[in-house]
């Protein structure tokens, strides 16, 4: 499966980028292609290009506070989660992907 | 009538000290001068204190000295040096307030709710931590009734008021003299001038005599008077100096009636924290110190004397509104937290340990800060700049001395000389110079020669008055002419150099004669002393305070007859810029960015180096650390200033590296004009410091923390400790925030606390390893590992941040937390932290 996610986090020092390694690391296991744009204190980072959100098959917004562009997701099959979650059970959070 | 009209530049507005200091002087003159404060509408008699005061005088008044009378050009010419100089030093050496961003807005950490009876949020007043019992002093707020009954006739109970004057101002002068303490002794000194203001005394003994009030209750109605006036006023800093009448009046009724004050009741000596609704300057310096711990005070400000004292004192101070003190009963536990502003009841064991903590670690920032002032003033890669004081009298040398002055760059010896009837004699003289002398114990001394004339005028020193005193007849002008006042100062100097390190400087030079002058003149003296066989040292060295642009530009030659040179910045900005400092329409040509004096100071540094001379600077450029960046390009050998800014001086340095600073001089040196040397100037000094994120100060393995609490404030005050964070509090508040979005603990036995604050200079990570397993948030599981992460409020420079999000990512990954948890020591920590932060 391919897929793209957002973290984003509060202070965005710390817990955005912990949520995009353990997204990562899960889709690494379980077979998927993913790119996290993360969402922090610097601002936009690895930035989601349009054909590729268009490409994917799903979409994961793993945030505590408002994502920005979010309008980038309209249509997108979507799964909201918080940046704990994301950080604590990764995979659960991808398995939900796979559930209709 | 001469008018003298200037802005009031103090920001606390004309309180009672620089109050004092221009009564005084007014005094000095046979002349009737008249303060007005046009934007206030307020008219003052200069030689009365209290009207003065009065006015509400604040900082930016547009405001007008009438002078006439006999004595009118010189009170008048007076006046203005005094205006230029001596009123601007009237602040310099009062005490930081307690420190602000902690405690504010009543959010506590949520350790603090429910961890004591009763938990008071009040106001910082003195910052520190005591924790002792609470001894309850019953305030005096107003005068005891009986004042108001008299006992004798207007003509006794005159002379009753007389004897109770003398008696408390003999009283006031010997405890201002026995307190060793120059702040203790100005606060004293300024109750004194009230005191003997005619303003206030003489319409005391006006009521008496008329017979209509006796003496006590004259006092009162009078005191009252003056002290509502002062509450009226505009300045917050103004209306509490009405504190300090009514001290006077009641120190006052006291005498008069023969009563000791209630003071000192015994302090139980296993240490106290004393609560008082209001607490008077006096009452404060009659306490026992060595069992006081705190203190709680009633509705009181932190610009009153009592609060000053209590931060000159160092003893931690709060103060409460009054239904809080009242229900503080004798005996309790108390903590008093002069950082947060906060009191606390009867603490239980959790904030015990979180306090015991913190007085730690306050212990170890002091002796932090001890060993800085001990530490000899270098830039980061090495290259010393001694950072000395200047001092005008005896009193101030403990306060240099502490604050870890490496030398006096500056002695105006002229103190010893002004309100007097005749010149000090040589032995007086030479008394002041050795305890110079002596209590610098090997560090130099440089004490500049009579520098009067112009501005200072001595009455035994027959001068002519000048039309333009500043560029005058004054200090090594007359020395041809006064010679044996010249010789006397010297004989004593020569006198003294046997107890240490004295060096003499000669001021206003401007040609190579004057300065042979002075050294035939110290032959002479030599000379004279081996004639009456005195014992005096052979020789000491003799240089010359650069204040005139002809000097600057001639240091070659200078340098052929001095052996060192200090730039009285001052003056030399004044005379090259060709603007008075003290007049106000001109405040914008007194920038020492013009890039013409940038260009003299580099000039003369060169010339200096040239000629192997020694080149120092004082005035108040080089107590000024925005600057330092310049003066190390430049290259002086010593910056000397007010001790108080010593330590942020040395500090400062440490952070700068001097190649840098003379990149940063040739830029500012190229710049057009002053405003673009200041936006590079302050660009440079907004750059953090560049740095490493962790360093070994900042891991701490083997903790014995138990609870976040506990784990947040032992890695805030190591930050604090390692000079990244200047208040701990305030970051471990920001944390505490972030923590109540959500817990930050992540599973594995670690938890990564973050915040962001004002207080953090540069991005950094502290860790800490306790010894046993704790629980951080109530569904998580045990916590071992702790990294604290801090961050500036403005994170300037992205490279920090960018670290901790790889920091962040690589935690997610065992055998990094692994390395973390096994590490044997701090340097296996702090290669496991670089290898994460440096590897790509």
């Known amino acids: 499966m391919k897929i793209v996610a957002v973290t984003a986090c509060p202070t965005g020092i710390a817990h955005t980028y912990m949520a995009a390694e353990q997204l990562e690391k899960a889709a690494r296991k379980l077979g998927h292609g993913i790119k996290v744009e993360t969402q922090g204190a610097m601002g936009i980072e690895n930035e989601l290009k349009a054909r590729e959100i268009q490409e994917a098959d799903a979409a994961i917004l793993a945030a505590d506070i408002a994502v920005q562009k979010r309008e980038r997701f309209d249509g997108k099959r979507i799964v909201e989660t918080s940046v704990q979650e994301a950080i604590k059970h990764p995979e659960a959070v991808l398995e939900r992907l796979a559930r209709p | ?840």
């Not at chain 2, 009741?265 to 711990?293: H, N, T, Y």
């Not at chain 2, 190649?659 to 040397?677: I, K, M, S, W, Y």
Request: aromatic share 4%; with cysteine; charged share 25%.
């Open chain 2, 1 to 840: 009538m001469t008018r003298v009209p200037f802005t009031f530049p103090l920001a606390n507005g004309l309180h009672a000290r620089p109050a004092s200091l221009l009564q005084e002087l007014c005094l000095r003159f046979d002349a009737v001068v008249v303060f007005r404060n046009s934007r206030r509408g307020r008219r003052a008699d200069a030689g009365s204190v209290l009207e003065l005061v009065s006015s509400g005088t604040m900082a930016g008044d547009p405001c007008l000295l009438e002078v006439s009378g006999p004595q009118e050009k010189e009170a008048a010419q007076a006046l203005r040096a005094f205006l230029r100089r001596d009123l601007l030093q009237a602040e310099d050496n009062l005490p930081p307030s307690a420190a602000p961003g902690a405690g504010e807005g009543g959010w506590l950490p949520p350790f603090f709710r429910g961890g004591a009876l009763r938990l008071h949020h009040g106001r910082a007043v003195s910052p520190g931590i005591g924790r002792a019992i609470a001894v309850l002093r019953q305030g005096r707020v107003s005068m005891p009734r009986r004042f108001a009954s008299g006992r004798k006739g207007p003509a006794q109970e005159s002379r009753l008021f007389r004897e109770a004057m003398e008696r408390t101002m003999a009283e006031l002068r010997g405890q201002a003299e026995a307190s060793g303490d120059p702040v203790a002794a100005g606060i004293l000194k300024a109750h004194l001038a009230i005191l003997s203001d005619p303003r206030f005394g003489g319409k005391i003994a006006s009521r008496i005599a008329a017979g209509r009030l006796p003496a006590g209750a004259a006092i009162e109605k009078t005191a009252a008077e003056f002290a509502a006036a002062m509450r009226r006023s505009p300045s917050v800093y103004l209306r509490e100096r009405a504190a300090d009448i009514d001290d006077i009046a009641a120190r006052l009724g006291e005498t008069l009636y023969g009563k000791r004050r209630d003071a000192a009741p015994d302090l139980p000596p296993g240490g106290c924290i004393v609560v008082a609704g209001a607490l008077s300057p006096s009452e404060l310096l009659s306490l026992d110190r060595r069992p006081l711990r705190g203190l709680v005070l009633g509705e009181i400000g932190s610009t009153s004397h009592t609060a000053i004292l209590a931060r000159t004192l160092g003893i931690p101070a709060v103060a409460l509104p009054r239904p809080a003190l009242a229900g503080i009963a004798a005996g309790e536990e108390l903590v008093v937290d002069g950082r947060r502003g906060l009191v606390l009841e009867q603490p239980g064991p959790a904030l015990r340990r979180y306090y015991r903590l913190e007085q730690e670690h306050l212990r170890r920032l002091e002796q932090r800060r001890a060993r800085l002032a001990a530490q000899p003033a270098r830039t980061r890669d090495n290259v010393r700049l001694e950072v000395a004081a200047n001092i005008g009298s005896v009193a101030e040398l403990d306060p240099a001395w502490r604050s870890g002055a490496e030398g006096i760059g500056l002695f105006r010896s002229e103190a010893l000389f002004l309100e007097r009837d005749g010149p000090p004699g040589e032995d007086e003289q030479c008394e002041a110079y050795s305890r110079v002398a002596r209590t610098a114990a090997g560090r130099p001394v440089i004490v500049r020669t009579l520098d009067v004339g112009g501005d200072k005028r001595l009455p035994y020193l027959r001068l002519m008055r000048e039309e333009n005193p500043f560029l005058g007849y004054r200090a090594v002008r007359f020395y041809e002419e006064h010679g044996d006042l010249l010789r006397c100062q010297l004989r004593a100097i020569l006198r003294a150099a046997r107890c240490g390190r004295l060096k003499v400087m000669v001021p206003m030079v401007t040609r190579t004669e004057e300065v042979r002058l002075v050294r035939r003149l110290l032959a002479d003296a030599a000379a004279e002393l081996r004639d009456r066989g005195v014992p005096h040292a052979d020789s000491v060295e003799l240089g010359v305070m650069v204040e005139t642009p002809a000097a600057a530009l001639s240091i070659d030659l200078l340098a052929r007859e001095a052996g060192f040179f200090s730039i009285g910045s001052n003056d030399l900005l004044q005379y090259t810029m060709a603007a008075d400092r003290g007049n106000p329409r001109l405040a914008g040509l007194h920038d020492p960015l013009h890039p013409a004096f940038l260009r003299l100071l580099q000039q003369a540094a060169a010339q200096a180096r040239k000629a192997g001379r020694w080149l120092g600077l004082c005035g108040e450029m080089a107590g000024n650390s925005e600057l330092l960046p310049l003066l190390v390009g430049i290259g002086f050998n010593e910056v000397s200033m007010a001790p108080g800014r010593i330590p942020a001086a040395k500090e400062r340095l440490a952070e700068l590296e001097s190649g840098e600073c003379r990149a940063l001089l040739r830029r500012v040196l190229a710049a057009a004009d002053a405003t673009t040397a200041a936006g590079l100037l302050g660009e440079f000094n907004a750059r953090g410091e560049a740095g490493e994120a962790i360093s070994a100060e900042l891991v701490r393995l083997d903790s014995p923390c138990r609870t976040p609490g506990e784990a947040i404030k032992e890695l805030c005050c190591l930050l604090e400790l390692s000079g990244r964070v200047g208040n701990s509090a305030a970051l471990e508040d920001a944390v505490w925030k972030r923590e109540e979005a959500y817990a930050t603990d992540l599973g594995f036995g670690f938890s990564l606390p973050h915040g962001k604050a004002a207080a953090v200079k540069s991005a950094s990570i502290a860790f800490l390893r306790s010894r046993k397993p704790f629980h951080w948030s109530p569904a998580g599981t045990p916590v071992q590992a702790v990294l604290l992460i801090a961050v500036p409020e403005k994170a300037q420079g992205e490279e920090h941040l960018r670290l901790i999000a790889r920091l962040s990512r690589r935690l997610m990954h065992e055998e990094f937390r692994a390395a973390l948890l096994a590490a044997r020591d701090a340097a296996a920590v702090l290669r496991a932290l670089q290898q994460c932060l440096g590897g790509g």
